[in-house]
């Protein structure tokens, strides 16, 4: 099965306040190798984004007016979805926003049975220390350098790299054993004959000569 990293943007930090989702990104990986499947929208919040929300992501009001609306996209969102697991930084945020969402189009929310919360994880491992995703970030030397404004599918990005550290595995690389089990396959193997060949006895006197006479000369 699939993971599914997920990252959303909002006009704020509350769905009590009608605050609504401006963007949502998911990248597929499999074994947490990109598959290449990436699902991204940026949505008509169908309201006016404040001004903090403007400076955190960058989406203004007027870009987003001509935007697909959140019940545009649900169906195509949750097909992407599916029946994978989702790894999402701080899932009590985005959970809610999009169950809230969900809810308001009569539409079947998310589970949290399907949650893997990286912030959960990374607060369990680093009790007591920053664990935003840009501390993560910095902790694990992760390139921050694109990030100059919050953007779900750069911090999709982002959570994927984190996340492998913070299950202190290596970063998945494309798999070269079949090559590696071929050359294995054709390599010589060299079987050594144990037989002893005893020296005849003219190869003997011939030895014996030798070590008497060259053996004594000078040779430096």
Same mark, same amino acid.
């Given at each position: 099965?699939?993971?599914?990293f997920?990252?959303i943007e909002t /006009?704020?930090?509350?769905?009590?306040?009608?605050h609504k989702?401006?963007?949502?990104?998911?990248?597929?990986?499999?074994?947490?190798?990109?598959?290449?499947?990436?699902?991204?929208?940026?949505?008509?919040?169908?309201?006016n984004?404040?001004?903090?929300?403007?400076?955190?992501?960058?989406?203004?009001?007027?870009f987003?007016?001509?935007?697909?609306k959140?019940?545009?996209?649900?169906?195509?969102?949750?097909?992407?979805i599916?029946?994978?697991?989702?790894?999402?930084h701080?899932?009590?945020?985005?959970?809610?926003?999009?169950n809230?969402?969900?809810?308001?189009?009569?539409?079947n929310i998310?589970?949290?049975n399907?949650?893997i919360?990286?912030?959960?994880?990374?607060?369990?491992?680093?009790?007591?220390?920053?664990?935003?995703?840009d &501390?993560?970030?910095?902790?694990?030397?992760?390139d921050?350098?694109?990030r /100059?404004k919050?953007?779900?599918?750069?911090?999709c990005?982002?959570?994927?790299?984190?996340?492998?550290h913070?299950?202190? &595995?290596?970063?998945?690389?494309?798999?070269?054993? /079949?090559?590696?089990?071929?050359?294995?396959?054709?390599?010589k193997i060299?079987?050594?004959?144990?037989?002893?060949?005893?020296?005849?006895?003219d190869?003997l006197?011939?030895?014996?000569?030798?070590?008497k /006479?060259e053996?004594?000369?000078?040779?430096?």
């Open positions: 099965m699939s993971e599914i997920l990252d /006009t704020g930090l509350n769905f009590k306040d009608n989702i401006v963007e949502i990104a998911c990248i597929e990986t499999n074994e947490l190798i990109p598959t290449k499947r990436i699902f991204h929208k940026i949505i008509n919040p169908e309201r984004v404040p001004d903090e929300a403007f400076r955190v992501h960058g989406y203004s009001s007027d987003l007016k001509d935007k697909p959140f019940r545009e996209i649900a169906d195509e969102l949750l097909n992407f599916g029946e994978n697991d989702l790894v999402i701080n899932a009590k945020f985005d959970i809610p926003f999009l809230h969402e969900l809810n308001l189009i009569k539409k998310i589970s949290k399907k949650i919360d990286t912030l959960e994880l990374s607060r369990s491992k680093y009790p007591g220390s920053s664990n935003s995703l &501390a993560l970030c910095k902790r694990f030397n992760v921050l350098s694109k /100059t919050h953007n779900a599918i750069l911090d990005e982002l959570l994927r790299e984190v996340y492998i913070l299950l202190d &595995a290596k970063e998945p690389k494309l798999s070269f054993s /079949t090559k590696v089990e071929k050359e294995n396959n054709h390599r060299v079987n050594y004959s144990k037989k002893i060949v005893m020296p005849t006895e190869e006197k011939s030895h014996n000569l030798f070590l /006479t053996l004594k000369k000078n040779y430096f």
